[in-house]
């Protein structure tokens, strides 16, 4: 077993909860794969995660936008084993925690058993240098053969976390959770919303008052503007996520690729500054 977690020795390193942390997420291999891999680059210096979605036909969690991205991802011909390629070439020049958003059927594929299958798609995972997967259609209540092997190969599984969540559920969360708390700011998919919404500020002080260690709660889905990410973390998020509003820069600029990185670094580094002043 690989003995780094990047996630871990991250909010190790940092103390946990004394500083804000920035995870965009992005599509892997949109909208090409050259042009993929060279935005990582660009945009590396500015944040402390990344989250990367990995292409799939049906992704229940994901509004028109990150849909868009998928597509736009598997005419640039990605799929898992290409995915995970792509990442090695990112582990070559970034040294932050990776994690991946998928769905179970892509993990339970290619061996005669589930558990044969979750052992060798998470250990080709490990390989690839990801530190952390999302199973966005996976509940707590089905996840322990993914728990197991996660552990087994050192892979935090982070679970979400919604407005609906049942305070049982969320216990039962908060006992199997590693690396972070990911948490659905709003109800419904993905996508840039105009402001911050009340369910938002009622749900992080739910989990907050629930959380008996010190792990970080990220805030996702929703979050479109520098002043979302400040008063998301002054309400006590010590996480921000943001994807739909990244995807959508790039959607703009498809046919302007340096306008495109360009836009791509103020806006994510304008984020990262906005929860700089919001410690």
Do not use: W
């Not at 084993?81 to 925690?97: C, E, G, H, Q, S």
């Amino acid at each position: 077993m690989n003995d780094t977690n990047r996630i871990l020795d991250l909010f190790n390193e940092k103390n946990s909860l004394e500083e804000k942390y920035f995870m965009p997420f992005l599509v892997c291999g949109d909208p090409s794969i050259e042009q993929f891999i060279s935005m990582v680059k660009k945009i590396a210096p500015y944040i402390d995660l990344l989250e990367l979605g990995v292409p799939f036909s049906d992704p229940i969690a994901d509004g028109p936008t990150i849909q868009e991205a998928n597509m736009r991802a598997f005419e640039a011909g990605i799929n898992t084993k290409v995915a995970l390629d792509i990442i090695k070439k990112i582990r070559t020049f970034f040294t932050k925690p990776i994690v991946i958003l998928t769905y179970y059927n892509i993990l339970i594929q290619g061996s005669e058993t589930i558990e044969s299958s979750l052992d060798n798609t998470l250990r080709r995972f490990k390989e690839s240098g990801i530190d952390g997967i999302v199973i966005a259609d996976l509940p707590i209540e089905e996840a322990g053969l993914a728990l197991k092997y996660c552990k087994k190969h050192n892979i935090s599984l982070i679970f979400l976390i919604a407005p609906t969540t049942t305070d049982d559920r969320l216990e039962k969360i908060l006992k199997e959770a590693i690396g972070f708390i990911y948490l659905i700011s709003i109800l419904g998919v993905t996508g840039a919303r105009e402001k911050v919404a009340q369910i938002t500020k009622e749900t992080i002080k739910r989990v907050k008052e629930k959380i008996k260690t010190r792990i970080p709660v990220f805030l996702g889905f929703g979050i479109s503007k520098p002043e979302h990410a400040s008063a998301v973390a002054e309400l006590g998020a010590d996480g921000i996520i943001i994807g739909s509003a990244i995807i959508d820069i790039i959607k703009r600029n498809l046919s302007n690729f340096s306008k495109m990185e360009q836009e791509l670094v103020e806006f994510i580094s304008s984020i990262k500054n906005a929860i700089k002043r919001s410690n």
